[in-house]
């Protein structure tokens, strides 16, 4: 069954891979929009969208900067009942969201997991190491129910919305505690295997700083206990 689809991006300096992270999109679905946040790129990223001639293409930019409240004006921008996202840098996975939508069809949520049978990461080591005490603690503390809390890459259906409002403040940890109220509300979630391509030199933005790593990690803890708390 075909359905439109809107996929957020979030970009931040990604002038060397967004135009190819855009056409895998549009070459993997054949009815999908892209809502683009650019978070004052200094590199040419948003110049280079600019120019990509198609009308399914939004395009959106801010002198701020915020992956949580990028991806809210991104969700207030789109138009289908079926909304994702998928990291400006990845568009090689564009080509799983056909997968994805399958899936969709007998559930509320849909995400590509590192840590169910199949899945794997190729990162550095770090990044490796963080996400398995992330993924571990989301575990321990939330619910066992979901293994992979911090993907950030998923398809879900709208009307989720209506019962797990996301908090978008931070960094990818608004989706950690997203998954925990919609795991709440009886949502059906689903994770599909997949594997973490290495990250591109240069690339990285959670990683640009050994202070700025362990300052996330912090946040992404604090939002870990924090969402034990909060009601929808």
Not at 44 to 52: A, H, P, R
Not at 63 to 89: K, P, Q
Not at 104 to 122: A, C, F, H, N, W
Request: charge should be positive.
């Amino acid at each position: 069954m075909s359905r439109k689809v809107s996929i957020i991006l979030s970009t931040y300096n990604e002038a060397l891979v967004i135009e190819d992270t855009i056409n895998q999109i549009f070459s993997s679905l054949d009815d999908v929009e892209i809502i683009l946040v650019d978070d004052n790129s200094s590199d040419g990223t948003f110049e280079i969208v600019k120019k990509i001639n198609n009308s399914n293409l939004k395009c959106y930019s801010r002198n701020t900067r915020g992956l949580a409240s990028a991806f809210l004006v991104g969700l207030i921008n789109s138009s289908s009942e079926t909304v994702g996202w998928l990291d400006s840098n990845m568009g090689v996975l564009a080509k799983r969201l056909p997968e994805m939508l399958i899936k969709l069809e007998t559930s509320d949520l849909v995400i590509l997991s590192r840590y169910v049978p199949g899945g794997k990461d190729e990162r550095s080591k770090l990044r490796v190491i963080s996400s398995k005490l992330i993924n571990f603690f989301c575990r321990l503390i939330l619910s066992n129910k979901i293994k992979d809390y911090s993907s950030g890459i998923f398809l879900m259906r709208r009307d989720v919305l209506l019962s797990a409002v996301p908090i978008a403040t931070g960094h990818g940890e608004f989706f950690i505690e997203f998954l925990y109220k919609s795991l709440k509300e009886g949502k059906k979630i689903v994770e599909i295997p997949y594997s973490h391509p290495p990250d591109i030199e240069g690339m990285s933005k959670t990683a640009s700083s050994i202070i700025r790593f362990f300052h996330l990690g912090f946040n992404y803890f604090i939002r870990i206990i924090q969402s034990l708390f909060i009601r929808n």
